[in-house]
């Protein structure tokens, strides 16, 4: 199947060639579909998407339904146990507990969120970049993230924190700019095995250009592997928010978030554990929530390619 | 094989660089004058100011500042550190043994207990040693480490008593330091008393943070073992009669224990900051707890300093994982 | 004389996600005192299983799901675990097919001989030495002094198997399961090895079971032969009587394809037809019917067993033993 004689050969014939090429070299139909429908075959996967959504959903809607003011102080009722008026008790400020993790949770998840997104983003571009440029441009690409997957991706948003103060932006960047790394090797590798494939080199003696070619072809083929990790570093991001939080370098009062809640909590270790349970539970559970969903995603995807 | 060795050894001055620079850019990245940020920020003189900015040759463009600062640090100086009113130096020195003995104490605990539960999952699938490992897994990426130190701090301090919550000693001991590690300073002065104290305040911060090599130990071994107790040298041992635990302990062990090094490099930096964490949940006086108080006073000396020094820990354990796992291999010891 | 070895029925199953694989189903032979017998059949025949069943080597997957392994007065697949381990590399040594693999890279020669001889007596370090370097002078590797402290990957494939084969004879057993122990090696090696076996045979009278599916191997070295063929025993007899007169038209074909000397450069092989059956289910009558060129109504209805055709002879197979019944009809006995 010479596809040599290209500038002559009829767009209709290299079509269909494709076709034939990449149906022999297996790119599977609908992998999403099949992904999904693999999802739910496990009732672990299940669950774990279940509880996700369901906190998800808690911390969005909830502010509506639940209507107490997280930041109203009720010193009379302070470190109170649950009562039907504050279902999970209140700190030591009289303040509801419910209404803080609430709120707190809005902040942490879309922080984290947030983050994920944008660490994808720009390291997928730089993935992109550097596994098509090739030569240098890679090369120098390549020794930045791994100068930059060298620290601990706590220590980095520390620095950015240092340098820029503590604000919901800089947090954000803070921690997004660690996993950036990430996701631009994910990116990278996945550039350089999809373009050896049979379909691109028929496209590009075809004389397709290669911006097309990353279109078509890369960035389809990239969206699993993207999507897990994304999945597995949002549980990773919402620990360090947190975890800049209860260092006292998180968002500021008024606004509250899981971590700072800890650290507010600290103070009363003796008298009232509960206002430190919650907040850590409620991490804790978003995080594994996140993490076995990334599992499952990543087995759902793993069709044998 | 030795080709990308040499590869990655090229690349580590070029980190050390890079890390250098990083530290140094940091001053210069934060809002304001750099000279009134080391010269104690608000609380500064302009006297103050003007002196800090001629000491530190702030005056002059950045790359004769970045020379002068990676001469200064060759030679020892790093500043000085406003809040404290020492040389950064004398600070860091009083600062790191704690970090030492608390890391240390975590390894020594976490990493056999891992590894022996890692065996035992590799020996016996879906045994509780098995299930407990992936759980350990698990939740090491889920469980936020500072609130696993919260809840056993009020578990077994202030629930049950057992153990103090904060700090090296208690107040009224004392102790003259050789070593800066005070269990170890007790024991070469033979306060017996003290040592006990000390090993007391130890034990808390250091079984938290020893959960972090030990899930990590325990992941390991049990697919090292697995992968190794599957090969065909195993079978000939059974085929030879030997006894399930010489197999276990003598021809598997080697093989699978060889890429222990390189695992304890990989770990090196989750500990740190795991030990960043502690030592914040336990007011454990390490490097940790210097980096965050230097933050919140805003001493950029001891901030920039401390940067530096975690940043050279990691890319050199980065490199000695490389070294070690290409030197280990008696199989390519020959190549 | 009673055999050394006497198995009977045995039978291994794997497991598999489509079903349990029947890899052996009921394999019967024995084997005399100082006799050579050759396990002969193609890839995935149960040849390699057997022999590790001989042993309980059946690692999950798989398991071994009936007969008996008669050795020196005990069945050696219901005997305790501590009496088993006597038994192996004691009484019974095997010998692997790939001895890169099968010997432990980051352990001396000298200590795995070791481990295999302390495994079964008491000795000191220096005895095990001692006698480590005496088994590799054995077996005819030169300068046992130095190589005995030498690692595996520091020895050339025919020395590694020879090292493998003085592991095997450590501890004086009175049995050897080889199993494709030329497999992996030069042909120039291959002679070398297996001159060393027909010595230690001669020489020791220990009984060899070598499993190959190199024919020419199999004539070259063995006493007697049984052919595999789908997890069963097909035929077996003495090597001169299989190869000279083969009586399953398996064995018939598998000699019929070998290339013959002095055949024109060029002419074609011919193969054996069809492929081996998948052995799961329970597959009625004999599993070779599909590919027989003698297939009879009998052959896809019921299971034939091992029969004697000839003096000394067996073969499972309905139209050989009616052959042999009525040799005048005219049949192609002899």
Redesign the interface.
Same mark, same amino acid.
């Given at each position: 199947m010479s596809v040599g004689a290209g500038s002559v050969a009829p767009r209709g014939g290299w079509r269909r060639r494709r076709a034939e090429a990449l149906a022999a070299s297996g790119a599977a139909v609908g992998p999403g579909r099949l992904a999904l429908r693999r999802m739910f075959r496990n009732r672990l996967s299940i669950a774990a998407v279940a509880v996700l959504g369901a906190i998800v959903l808690a911390v969005v809607l909830g502010p509506f339904v639940w209507t107490a003011d997280p930041n109203a102080q009720h010193l009379n009722l302070a470190v109170a146990g649950p009562s039907s008026a504050h279902p999970l008790g209140t700190d030591t400020n009289g303040r509801d507990m419910l209404a803080r993790v609430l709120a707190g949770g809005r902040v942490s998840i879309s922080i984290s969120l947030a983050a994920v997104l944008i660490a994808a983003g720009v390291g997928a571009l730089i993935g992109l970049a550097a596994g098509f440029a090739g030569g240098l441009l890679d090369a120098v690409a390549m020794r930045a993230m791994d100068i930059l997957l060298a620290f601990p991706s706590l220590l980095l948003a520390l620095a950015v924190v240092a340098a820029a103060g503590a604000g919901v932006v800089s947090i954000t960047l803070a921690v997004a700019i660690p996993n950036v790394a990430f996701f631009a090797r994910i990116m990278r590798s996945m550039v350089i095995s999809v373009r050896e494939r049979d379909y691109v080199l028929a496209a590009r003696a075809s004389g397709v250009r290669r911006s097309r070619i990353l279109l078509r072809h890369v960035v389809p083929n990239s969206l699993s592997p993207v999507i897990v990790a994304m999945a597995l570093v949002f549980g990773l991001t919402l620990l360090d928010v947190a975890a800049l939080g209860f260092l006292g370098f998180g968002i500021q009062p008024p606004q509250s978030e899981w971590g700072t809640l800890l650290n507010d909590a600290r103070e009363y270790l003796l008298t009232s554990p509960v206002a430190l349970i919650v907040p850590g539970l409620a991490i804790a559970l978003t995080a594994l929530a996140g993490n076995l969903v990334g599992d499952a995603l990543n087995d759902a995807f793993d069709t044998g390619r | 094989m030795t080709r990308t060795l040499l590869h990655r050894l090229a690349?580590l001055p =070029?980190?050390l660089v890079?890390?250098t620079l990083?530290a140094f850019l940091?001053l210069h990245? %934060?809002?304001g004058d750099p000279a009134r940020a080391l010269a104690g920020g608000r609380y500064a003189t302009p006297q103050q100011i003007e002196q800090t900015r001629h000491q530190y040759g702030l005056d002059r463009s950045l790359p004769v500042q970045y020379e002068r600062y990676v001469g200064n640090a060759v030679q020892g100086d790093l500043g000085q550190s406003f809040a404290f009113q020492k040389p950064v130096t004398k600070v860091l020195g009083e600062r790191i043994p704690p970090t030492v003995e608390l890391v240390g104490a975590a390894l020594l605990l976490g990493v056999p207990i891992g590894l022996l539960l890692g065996i035992a999952a590799a020996r016996r699938r879906d045994s509780w040693a098995d299930h407990l490992t992936t759980l350990l897994s698990?939740?090491g990426?889920?469980?936020?480490l500072?609130?696993l130190g919260? @809840?056993l701090?009020?578990l077994v301090s !202030?629930k049950l008593g057992w153990l103090p919550?904060s700090g090296r000693l208690s107040p009224f001991q004392s102790l003259q330091s050789i070593t800066g590690i005070d269990v170890l300073d007790a024991l070469l002065r033979g306060q017996w008393s003290t040592f006990w104290d000390a090993l007391r305040h130890l034990a808390l911060p250091a079984i938290t943070l020893s959960l972090v090599p030990l899930a990590f130990a325990a992941r390991f071994a049990r697919a090292s073992f697995i992968e190794v107790l599957g *090969?065909?040298?195993v079978?000939?041992?059974?085929?030879? &009669? =030997? &006894?399930e635990r010489?197999i276990v302990w003598?021809?598997a062990a080697?093989?699978a224990l060889?890429p222990l090094v390189t695992v304890l490099g990989i770990i090196a930096?989750?500990l $740190?900051?795991g030990a %960043? $964490?502690c030592e914040?949940v336990f007011a454990w006086p390490g490097l940790g707890s210097l980096?965050?108080g230097a933050? *919140?006073a805003r001493d950029y000396a001891v901030?920039q300093s401390v940067?530096l020094v @975690?940043?050279l820990l990691? !890319?050199v354990s980065?490199a000695l994982v490389d070294l070690s796992y290409a030197l280990l291999d008696?199989?390519t010891r020959?190549a | 004389m009673a055999p050394l070895l006497d198995v009977r029925e045995l039978a291994v199953d794997f497991d598999a996600p489509g079903g349990a694989v029947h890899a052996v189903r009921g394999v019967s032979f024995a084997l005399a005192p100082g006799e050579i017998l050759g396990i002969v059949g193609e890839s995935g025949c149960g040849k390699s299983a057997t022999a590790r069943a001989l042993l309980r080597l059946i690692d999950p997957p798989g398991r071994i799901v009936g007969g008996s392994v008669l050795f020196e007065g005990r069945d050696l697949l219901t005997v305790p675990a501590a009496e088993l381990r006597a038994v192996r590399g004691g009484r019974i040594a095997m010998v692997f097919q790939d001895p890169a693999k099968s010997l432990n890279p980051v352990l001396t020669i000298g200590r795995q001989l070791a481990a295999a001889m302390r495994a079964h007596r008491r000795c000191t370090r220096e005895q095990a030495r001692a006698r480590a370097c005496e088994l590799l002078a054995d077996v005819g590797i030169a300068d046992p002094q130095r190589r005995v402290d030498q690692y595996p990957h520091e020895l050339s494939g025919g020395m590694r198997q020879r090292v493998m084969i003085a592991m095997a004879l450590a501890n004086e057993p009175a049995l050897i399961l080889a199993d494709e122990p030329t497999t992996a090696l030069d042909v120039t090696i291959q002679a070398q090895i297996l001159d060393l076996l027909r010595r230690i045979n001669q020489e020791q009278g220990t009984a060899i079971a070598f499993i190959s599916h190199n024919l020419g191997v199999i004539a070259e070295l063995c006493h007697r032969v049984a052919v595999l063929y789908a997890g069963r025993v097909v035929e077996m007899g003495s090597t001169e009587d299989v190869f000279r007169a083969p009586q399953h038209p398996y064995t018939r074909a598998l000699l019929g394809s070998l290339p013959a000397p002095g055949a024109a450069a060029r002419s074609r092989l011919t193969p054996v037809a069809g492929a081996p059956p998948v052995l799961t289910g329970a597959p009625r009558g004999c599993a070779f019917a599909p590919r027989c060129p003698r297939r009879i109504a009998v052959c896809d209805e019921q299971d034939p067993q091992l029969e004697p055709v000839r003096p000394a002879h067996l073969a499972e197979c309905w139209v050989a033993q009616a052959e042999a019944a009525a040799p005048a009809a005219g049949g192609l006995a002899s």
């Open positions: - | 690349v =070029i980190l890079g890390v990083l940091l990245a %934060v809002p698990l939740a990426v889920s469980i936020p500072f609130w919260l @809840m701090a009020w !202030v919550l *090969q065909d040298y079978r000939t041992a059974r085929a030879y &009669g =030997i &006894g010489e003598r021809h080697k093989n060889l930096p989750a $740190l900051v %960043v $964490l914040a980096l965050l933050m *919140q901030v940067m @975690m940043g990691f !890319v980065t008696p199989r020959r | -």
